[in-house]
């Protein structure tokens, strides 16, 4: 059962636009989420985190979007850059007694140039 | 302050034998996590620890283990490697027991012949 679902595998967007990349889940119990990016061979790296107490999140140019309802969240990245393609990861995280992360498979992001 | 390190960063090891993998989190940081990386199955959580004590394990078999010591740094052993536990094996640590994000190390890639 795929509790953290990232529908899309890939996307490819031109340099200086707007990445969107979506997440949803299924858990109602998840309360705290997470975006990772990620090369071959390498660790995740931390990109940015939302409580579920928050509807928005910004960090420079990437802004995370939670919406509890539909139990979707989303990762924009404004402007993209070559240096932004990787695969990145959504996760999320449940109860005050754990770090624990659930990951979603995953979506390849191709910046053109 | 230097990042999570991971040791050894490669490893071949023959079905049957076992396998300890170490885990130095960052300075002050008393979580440690881990997960296994495969094409086929994404990211997944195999332990996570906080202050020596074992909070949560992921749905692995019994041949998956993990200590946590006193300074914070983990191990993981494999007992009876099989072909399919060759993977990248990722550690993670938190500063917080929760709602925190955590921070990757570059992994240690397992293959099993």
């Known amino acids: 059962d795929q509790q953290v679902k990232q529908n899309s595998p890939s996307l490819s967007v031109q340099e200086g636009r707007i990445s969107i990349l979506n997440c949803d889940y299924t858990n109602s119990m998840f309360d705290y989420f997470l975006w990772y990016k990620k090369y071959p061979a390498e660790g995740p790296t931390f990109l940015i985190s939302i409580s579920s107490i928050k509807d928005k999140n910004e960090d420079g140019r990437f802004t995370v979007f939670l919406n509890k309802s539909a139990k979707h969240l989303s990762l924009h990245i404004v402007p993209s850059q070559p240096g932004d393609s990787a695969v990145y990861f959504c996760a999320a995280s449940g109860g005050s007694a754990t770090n624990k992360l659930i990951f979603g498979t995953g979506t390849l992001l191709a910046v053109q140039p | 302050k230097a990042g999570v390190t991971q040791t050894p960063r490669y490893l071949i090891k023959t079905r049957g034998q076992q396998v300890t993998l170490s885990c130095s989190p960052i300075s002050g940081h008393r979580s440690v996590s881990w997960y296994q990386q495969t094409p086929g199955q994404g990211l997944q959580f195999l332990f996570e620890?906080?202050?020596?004590?074992?909070?949560n394990k992921g749905n692995f078999p019994g041949r998956f283990s993990g200590r946590q010591f006193s300074n914070s740094r983990s191990e993981m052993n494999v007992s009876t490697l099989e072909l399919g536990d060759s993977a990248l094996y990722l550690c993670?640590?938190?500063?917080?027991?929760?709602?925190?994000?955590?921070?990757f190390g570059p992994g240690t890639r397992l293959t099993v012949l």
């Open positions: 993670a640590s938190s500063l917080q027991a929760s709602y925190n994000e955590q921070f």
């Open positions: 620890y906080f202050s020596e004590t074992q909070r």
